[in-house]
């Protein structure tokens, strides 16, 4: 058996035996990358050797009777937006293309203390704006299921390296659905845990008050001993929360849905959704409903406005958030003519693609003297709404289950000059984050054309471990995390 | 123009960077005069994905400004985000309070001619200050310092309660020797760490409503305040006055020609798009720590000023120049300690010898090397006639130099004041034995010779006989 099929927790388990070592492990996965990235896309930059010296230096610990936990020498790899101190961070845009940070980011930083192996970094909407991978400047990710299409965004290539077994797991960001989408597009599992759980120390913002880090893996319990790693307070961030970490990993060990209450919101299936996804959802919780949970409907009335106020809100916070891409201090900077207004102008005329300006303009506009009342100040009060639905929904059940998506992966190309359609692919998943609490997307079939169709699961806040119990339940009783896309 | 016809409106907006030895949203020194960009971090820097982090003595800093100044003091307050581009801010937004300010509803009293007069403070809230660009007048390229970006700061937004240039002068300065007092600020306006704005109107005196305001900027001294206004009155009577619209815009006060300028009118001045700060929570501070900063303020200058005049007996004007400096008012308070006796007295030889010794030096009274317990040994001698007022200034002159005891110099340099009648008596025959002409001519009714006679017996007695002993000596001999 080739290593790279491991899932991370038998991968740890092996590494913890000693029958495989890191540098074995992280040489396998670097050779999975030369033979698949070509047609995939997946990486932005490969740390080859970077990667094998941690490698090394782990092993060295194993051997030396000094190990430091269940990802020493596991061999991980990170979204393009999280800064790695001496490695290019680009977050997918052009103006930040040969932008090497002076500073690790939090999670990178507990990630080297947990002895992870980082491969590179991986690909991405620009700025982590977009649902396709297709608005990175540096060319889209491809799905691993079918390379014609895309494996769902913006942590796209997050998504699609798990898939492809090029690496044990990886860290996203979600700030609308970006790492449940893409999971649910490429098969893998993938959680954003409640807002505040992880810092944000380190990772290029887009909209402050919805982004959130989280891992992919192949399996509920691979994610929960990455999130393990990096969740916590931290005082670089004073919006991350204070709250004590459970041992997610530990909890979700033989754990049953028996007795727990399942919300089902109607407003989650709509009409014009893809009759796959609905019957795979549906088949999904009937089974949930067989290892004894019990479904209830449940009502989010201000579901439909989940749109509209995320594409307020974000866009406002992220007009603001890349004000500091200007070309004084780092990255692109345009300045062989003119002066300083035609070095903003040029800078980022050149720099940013035509989805992030997009969104500067539209956030600019609505925090506009005259209009942010009407936009700004009444998103935030929907936004009120919304978290308002989830509580009450909450008072009657333990989690909600959904269709994380309405559709499967769609083509490259199909939706990009649509901005509307594509902002649908996050329908399910944004209202999530407006209420900042924690959403999991885990495999649950496929569609008839074979691609993979995901089962959305959201919980209260900060109880990851509700949907990590959940999720290892439907994971035990079904194969459909197991499969592996052909590739390469 | 009639100027009497006109009232001047005015409000002063200032913004004084708090004396904290970190910056407000990260770790690294505010110390001033550092080589650029050596006080930097990703976060002051705004390195992408960095995000700030309220630093809690700044908080305590602007709370102690607040109490100092009469305000309430939110217990919730929130951050904002102002943006707008400009190579020395680094983020393209300013981290400052906008609709819920930590302090509110202050004020300040402040001495006009017309005697006390009480001036609102709106609000004071918190803020991060921006770099420093430098420009080459050759036409290279420009250069940012990013030293003084995340330095905390508060604006003191005041109320347009001011009537003429000298009251918005002397509310300046009361507010400067506020937040010194208070330690929050070290007041110096010439290097920029106290700013001013001026909000300046003028209206025929009978009206209710204001007329349209022109901002000042770039007002970094005491003089300027009044001369900026006082061109800024004259400017904008002279409108009114030929029919003309004095337009809503902003200045830039020039020091060198004493005029101001237009920089931006407000009909393009710049939309901020203020928003909430998403990376920062809302500033909650609780009423306990509210009272326990309260209960550690300073006595303030007017309160200790007024003091001063009821207990000690000072005279109004010297309690002012004590208190200017709470060092100098302190010194003061320490040496009354020490001596014991007359407070007017040791207050005369502060005013007129010490802060005349020290005027000069950068560190003000601490500069001397004259301690309250030496001035206070200093005029004992004097109280005990051991030496003269002449001998008790030069005593002094050595003791600020040098740090010695004052009655050691007085012996080494042999200051010490004779007032043993026999010597003196002994002096005072000789000089009347030497001039029997004046002492004729006093005994006829000259009485005026007493100088010369005092004169000559000093002579005798080598400076240091106690004046009053001899003068006394020399009525009684010549039968006075």
């Given amino acids: 058996m080739n290593p790279i099929d491991l899932t991370l927790a038998q991968l740890s388990a092996r590494l913890e035996a000693k029958e495989l070592s890191s540098s074995e492990v992280t040489g396998a996965c670097l050779d999975r990358i030369r033979a698949t990235d070509q047609n995939l896309g997946a990486f932005l930059f490969v740390d080859e050797t970077g990667a094998m010296a941690q490698a090394k230096a782990a092993d060295e610990r194993r051997a030396a009777g000094r190990s430091i936990g269940p990802l020493d020498g596991v061999p991980l790899a990170l979204k393009d937006i999280f800064c790695t101190e001496g490695i290019p961070t680009t977050c997918g845009s052009k103006i930040l293309e040969g932008f090497v940070p002076p500073y690790d980011s939090t999670h990178v930083r507990r990630l080297k203390d947990a002895g992870a192996v980082l491969l590179g970094k991986l690909n991405m909407d620009e700025f982590a704006m977009g649902s396709s991978n297709e608005t990175s400047a540096y060319g889209p990710c491809r799905n691993p299921w079918d390379t014609t299409r895309t494996p769902g965004g913006s942590s796209g290539g997050s998504a699609a390296a798990v898939a492809a077994r090029q690496c044990f797991g990886s860290l996203g960001t979600d700030t609308g659905g970006s790492i449940r989408q893409p999971a649910a597009f490429s098969g893998v599992t993938g959680i954003k845990p409640t807002y505040g759980r992880c810092s944000r120390y380190g990772v290029i913002a887009f909209a402050s008050s919805l982004d959130q880090v989280g891992p992919f893996g192949r399996t509920a319990e691979d994610c929960a001993l990455v999130l393990q790693a990096i969740a916590g307070k931290d005082p670089m961030d004073s919006t991350s929360l204070d709250a004590e970490v459970p041992d997610w990993a530990a909890g979700m060990k033989g754990a049953s849905v028996k007795g727990m209450r399942l919300g089902v919101p109607k407003e989650y299936f709509v009409e014009g959704m893809d009759p796959d996804v609905e019957k795979a959802v549906r088949e999904a919780m009937r089974l949930l409903e067989e290892l004894g949970a019990t479904l209830v409907p449940v009502e989010l009335p201000h579901t439909e406005y989940g749109i509209a106020t995320y594409y307020v809100v974000a866009p406002a916070e992220c007009s603001s958030n890349l004000a500091r891409f200007d070309g004084v201090r780092y990255g692109m900077s345009k300045r062989e003519e003119g002066a300083l207004r035609e070095m903003y102008f040029r800078t980022r005329a050149e720099g940013f693609g035509p989805e992030v300006k997009r969104r500067i303009m539209i956030g600019t506009y609505a925090l506009s003297s005259g209009y942010y009342d009407a936009f700004y100040l009444r998103a935030q009060k929907v936004r009120t709404l919304i978290k308002r639905d989830f509580d009450e929904a909450f008072r009657d059940v333990d989690a909600i289950v959904t269709p994380t998506t309405p559709d499967v992966a769609f083509e490259l190309g199909e939706r990009s000059e649509d901005p509307l359609r594509m902002y649908l692919a996050d329908v399910f998943t944004l209202a999530c984050n407006l209420a900042g609490l924690p959403g999991m997307s885990v495999p649950c079939g496929f569609s008839s054309g074979g691609l993979p169709i995901g089962l959305q699961i959201l919980g209260k806040p900060l109880d990851e471990a509700t949907l990590f119990r959940v999720g290892g339940a439907y994971q035990a009783a079904t194969d459909w995390h197991t499969r592996a896309p052909r590739i390469g | ?480």
């Fill in chain 2, 1 to 480: 123009m009639a100027r009497a016809d006109w009232e001047v409106i005015v409000g002063l907006e200032v913004h004084a960077q708090l004396l904290t030895a970190s910056k407000i949203f990260c770790g690294c020194s505010t110390r001033f005069g550092a080589e650029p960009n050596s006080q930097t971090c990703p976060v002051c820097l705004a390195m992408p994905g960095s995000l700030p982090v309220l630093n809690e003595r700044v908080v305590e800093f602007a709370i102690r400004a607040g109490l100092g100044t009469g305000c309430t003091i939110n217990e919730h307050s929130i951050f904002a985000r102002k943006n707008y581009y400009y190579p020395d801010l680094p983020k393209g937004y300013q981290i400052t309070q906008y609709d819920r300010p930590l302090c509110e509803n202050g004020r300040l009293v402040i001495d006009t001619p017309d005697g006390e007069k009480t001036v609102g403070i709106t609000r004071i809230h918190l803020e991060e200050d921006a770099g420093k660009n430098t420009h080459d007048p050759a036409g290279g390229p420009s250069r940012v310092d990013l030293n003084r970006a995340g330095v905390p700061l508060i604006e003191i937004v005041g109320e347009p309660d001011l009537r003429s240039s000298e009251e918005a002068a002397e509310y300046l300065k009361a507010l400067r020797d506020v937040v010194v007092y208070l330690g929050v600020n070290d007041g110096n306006l010439e290097e920029g760490s106290f700013r001013c704005d001026a909000n300046v109107s003028v209206r025929k005196v009978g009206e209710t409503t204001l007329r349209n305001r022109v901002e000042l900027k770039n007002i970094n001294s005491f003089r300027y305040v009044r001369q900026a206004i006082d061109y800024e009155v004259g400017r904008q009577i002279g409108i009114w006055e030929e029919g003309g619209t004095v337009v809503t815009e902003t200045r830039l006060f020039d020091p060198q020609k004493g005029v101001t300028r237009a920089m931006r009118t407000k009909e393009e001045a710049k939309d901020y798009r203020y928003f909430p700060e998403p990376d920062l929570l809302p500033l909650v501070v609780s009423e306990a720590w509210i009272e326990k900063i309260r209960g550690e303020l300073p006595e303030l200058p007017r309160a200790k000023a007024a003091r001063f005049v009821s207990s000690y007996g000072l005279s109004p004007y010297d309690a002012g120049v004590l208190v200017a400096s709470m060092q100098v008012a302190d010194w003061f308070e320490e040496a009354v300690a020490a001596h014991g006796g007359s407070a007017k007295t040791v207050a005369n030889w502060v005013i007129n010898e010490i802060l005349r010794l020290v005027k000069d030096s950068r560190e003000g009274i601490a500069a001397s090397k004259a301690t309250p317990e030496k001035l206070a040994s200093l005029l004992r001698l004097l109280d005990e006639r051991r030496i003269n007022a002449a001998g008790a200034k030069a005593i002094l002159e050595e003791v600020h130099g040098t740090g010695a005891e004052p009655a050691e110099v007085m012996k080494a340099r042999g200051l010490e004041q004779v007032s043993d009648s026999g010597a003196i008596a002994a002096a005072v025959d000789k000089v009347i034995a030497a001039n029997p002409d004046q002492v004729e001519k006093y005994r006829a009714g000259k009485k005026n010779l007493l100088g010369f006679f005092m004169g000559q017996a000093m002579k005798e007695l080598k400076g240091q006989g106690d004046p009053k002993a001899v003068t006394e000596a020399i009525r009684a001999r010549l039968g006075d």
